[in-house]
């Protein structure tokens, strides 16, 4: 499996907007859900959003819903995640996925390739 790749992170204020893109040269990429996560420091990664494979039916963590936004463009093998108004609490690692399935989910176990991931930090 090829392993996406992160990009886009960094430092921002608390209210600043940041957007996260992920890369993959896999053939069947527009054949699975994409999702991301995130995890900070001394907590358990979690699921942040998630996209079909068509792009329909986003599924985002409530902590985000309306501040993020996941997208993908199938013809470029990309996933994007805009991230507005963010917190110190969005403080995190976060990690690009590519699901066993077509629709999304919030179960890391149902993702099967992971990147390195791209640290995003909101100062207050």
């Known amino acids: 499996q090829v392993q996406p790749a992160e990009s886009g992170g960094g430092l921002v204020q608390a209210g600043g907007s940041l957007r996260l893109s992920c890369a993959t040269s896999e053939r069947t990429f527009s054949l699975y859900a994409m999702g991301w996560f995130r995890q900070a420091p001394g907590k358990e990664r979690e699921f942040v959003a998630g996209i079909s494979a068509g792009g329909f039916n986003p599924l985002y963590k409530d902590a985000v819903k309306g501040r993020f936004t996941i997208s993908r463009d199938n013809a470029k093998n990309m996933v994007y995640l805009q991230m507005n108004s963010l917190k110190p609490e969005d403080t995190a690692v976060y990690y690009c996925?590519?699901?066993?399935?077509?629709?999304?989910?919030?179960?890391?176990?149902?993702?099967?390739?992971w990147g390195q991931g791209t640290q995003v930090t909101v100062s207050s």
């Open positions: 996925a590519r699901s066993r399935y077509t629709s999304p989910s919030d179960r890391s176990s149902d993702f099967s390739s």
